[in-house]
């Protein structure tokens, strides 16, 4: 898939909720839920840390 067909199912004026799209981490980073990527209807292929697509992202070497 690339980034023209990566389309969001979610409305353009779709609102976060806090605690159950995303959260706030220890150090002060937003985090998706996992529920939130799979409402969104696609993965990024960014390794996101709840990626409930099973992305992982390879180590650079």
Same mark, same amino acid.
């Given at each position: ?9 979610l #409305?353009d004026?779709?609102k ?15 985090v998706?839920?996992?529920e ?6 696609y +993965?990024?292929?960014?390794g +996101?840390?709840?990626? #409930?697509?099973g992305?992982?992202?390879? #180590?650079?070497?």
């Amino acid at each position: 898939m690339n980034d023209n067909e990566k389309k969001s199912r979610l #409305p353009d004026d779709y609102k976060l909720i806090e605690g159950e799209d995303y959260y706030i981490d220890e150090l002060g980073r937003y985090v998706f839920t996992s529920e939130y990527l799979l409402k969104r209807g696609y +993965c990024c292929e960014n390794g +996101c840390r709840n990626c #409930p697509y099973g992305f992982e992202k390879k #180590p650079s070497v």
